[in-house]
């Protein structure tokens, strides 16, 4: 009797070589953001500002017919001057009316050469401080129409005197001619029931907000309104 050991293959466990991922974050380089550095201009000499000549201005009314009070007065006074005079006025245009009439109130025109893309008005109250309008509505000239700026909104005005007010609409509108009208106002006892308004347009851009301005000192007695 043969006793025969059998061959036995013995198994081999073998652990497989893994080669591990490695999780790389890119390299990004941030956007920064950067805003530019501006130094806004005062209102009357940026261009901006049309500066209407007194001769391109026009009025429905002017208080008592005089021309002290009429729209060649309603002229903004430049940064740094002080252009309302005791004796020769650019104080302002004034005219008497009621509060709250619409497109029934007097108005201020002021006028364009040629169309251009109109973006507000700048506005001022009298240069003596007694009286400003603190809110107003527009329209523009469209062909041989007045069209209501921005719908017939009603705009807030001023809130003394001196400091010039940025009003923008909504919607530029180009054109030759823009009315102003006064719907509601400041005034002191004395000056009773009367408007007064000085105001520039504005083209193509937004003027920076201005910032109040001193009372100058007046060596004289400002006219009575």
């Given at each position: 009797t043969v006793s025969v050991t059998p061959s036995i293959t013995p198994t081999v466990?073998?652990?497989p070589s893994i080669t591990p991922t490695v999780s790389i974050t890119p390299s990004i380089t941030p956007t920064v953001s950067i805003t530019p550095s501006i130094t806004p201009t005062p209102l009357g000499t940026d261009s901006c500002l049309v500066n209407v000549d007194a001769s391109a201005r026009d009025a429905s009314d002017v208080y008592q017919n005089q021309a002290i009070y009429s729209a060649t007065e309603s002229i903004l006074h430049p940064p740094g001057t002080w252009n309302g005079d005791p004796n020769t006025g650019n104080a302002g245009w004034v005219v008497e009316a009621n509060d709250n009439?619409?497109?029934?109130?007097?108005?201020?025109?002021?006028?364009?050469?040629?169309?251009?893309?109109?973006?507000g008005v700048v506005t001022q109250g009298?240069?003596?401080?007694?009286?400003?309008?603190?809110?107003?509505?527009?329209?523009?000239?469209?062909?041989?129409?007045?069209?209501?700026?921005?719908n017939?909104?009603?705009?807030?005005?001023?809130?003394?005197?001196?400091?010039?007010?940025?009003?923008?609409?909504?919607?530029?509108?180009?054109?030759?001619s823009i009315?102003?009208?006064?719907?509601?106002k400041y005034v002191t006892d004395d000056v009773n029931n009367l408007f007064t308004l000085r105001a520039d347009l504005c083209l193509?851009?937004?003027?920076?907000?201005?910032?109040?301005?001193?009372?100058?000192?007046l060596d004289d007695t400002p006219p009575p309104i």
């Amino acid at each position: 009797t043969v006793s025969v050991t059998p061959s036995i293959t013995p198994t081999v466990s073998v652990t497989p070589s893994i080669t591990p991922t490695v999780s790389i974050t890119p390299s990004i380089t941030p956007t920064v953001s950067i805003t530019p550095s501006i130094t806004p201009t005062p209102l009357g000499t940026d261009s901006c500002l049309v500066n209407v000549d007194a001769s391109a201005r026009d009025a429905s009314d002017v208080y008592q017919n005089q021309a002290i009070y009429s729209a060649t007065e309603s002229i903004l006074h430049p940064p740094g001057t002080w252009n309302g005079d005791p004796n020769t006025g650019n104080a302002g245009w004034v005219v008497e009316a009621n509060d709250n009439l619409g497109y029934s109130a007097p108005w201020l025109q002021l006028n364009l050469d040629t169309p251009d893309n109109v973006t507000g008005v700048v506005t001022q109250g009298y240069a003596f401080g007694s009286a400003w309008v603190t809110s107003l509505t527009f329209q523009y000239l469209s062909g041989d129409n007045w069209v209501d700026v921005d719908n017939g909104a009603i705009f807030t005005g001023n809130v003394d005197g001196n400091t010039k007010k940025q009003i923008t609409f909504a919607s530029p509108v180009n054109t030759t001619s823009i009315r102003i009208f006064p719907q509601t106002k400041y005034v002191t006892d004395d000056v009773n029931n009367l408007f007064t308004l000085r105001a520039d347009l504005c083209l193509n851009e937004i003027c920076p907000e201005p910032e109040p301005e001193p009372w100058p000192l007046l060596d004289d007695t400002p006219p009575p309104i």
